[in-house]
């Protein structure tokens, strides 16, 4: 058995899969229409839906958080991730700056973004980098094949233009997989997160470096389950 088991990893999968569906449907329907709102929408309800999750005595404990928009300055979202059980402890984070990109279906060619300009996002990407080099740009778009895209902020600020488009040259993974590759520990940093942990690790991290929305992720065992 894996220190964080594959079955919980796939139901904490699924359900940012739902919530993922929702959250296009609601940009497609004009109820969510901007990076901010869209994002705090995000941790609402992972929260919600990864409340009473458990497996074999790991029980998810889930916390949304949002800072006063004026404070903002480092990135739109961030997630801390705490495994806390008798036999390994971790605590990491990702942070992303979030974007909107119109999603357009080419034949021969596949989805593809639109030319939506980007604005600061190069900038944007290096603050975070000064944070922690696990760091994204989140882009929402309105269809369902494409879902929520992330592109790693180290690739978005090689980029010598900055639209949808360009993005479109870029590696992205789905929300989902990039929630998937961080339960299972191929992303995230460790580094700058061992100091916090639980809810209140959670605001102060984002207070610290000023993000806007947050989402925790506890996952705890106090007996009972043991790595084999």
Not at 29 to 42: C, F, K, M, P
Not at 105 to 118: K, M, S
Request: charged fraction near 25%; proline fraction near 3%; hydrophobic fraction near 45%.
């Amino acid at each position: 058995m894996k220190a964080v088991p594959d079955q919980l990893v796939r139901q904490i999968v699924d359900e940012v899969k739902v919530v993922t569906r929702q959250l296009v449907d609601y940009y497609q329907r004009g109820i969510l229409v901007n990076e901010d709102h869209l994002t705090g929408a995000l941790v609402s309800m992972l929260e919600s839906r990864l409340r009473g999750l458990s497996l074999r005595g790991i029980k998810v404990i889930p916390g949304a958080f949002s800072l006063k928009e004026e404070k903002i300055a480092g990135a739109d979202l961030g997630v801390l991730l705490n495994v806390d059980t008798p036999y390994f402890k971790l605590s990491k984070v990702l942070i992303a700056q979030a974007k909107k990109c119109e999603c357009f279906y080419i034949e021969n060619v596949g989805y593809v973004l639109g030319r939506n300009y980007l604005g600061n996002v190069i900038e944007q990407c290096q603050k975070m980098l000064d944070i922690t080099p696990s760091a994204f740009v989140l882009v929402y778009t309105n269809n369902f094949d494409c879902r929520i895209l992330a592109f790693p902020a180290g690739d978005v600020i090689a980029l010598s233009r900055v639209t949808c488009t360009d993005l479109s040259a870029l590696y992205a993974i789905r929300l989902d997989r990039l929630f998937e590759n961080f339960m299972k520990c191929y992303i995230g940093d460790p580094r700058i997160a061992k100091a916090y942990w639980d809810f209140g690790g959670l605001t102060e991290f984002m207070a610290k470096h000023k993000i806007r929305h947050g989402l925790l992720l506890m996952l705890r065992s106090r007996e009972g389950w043991r790595p084999e």
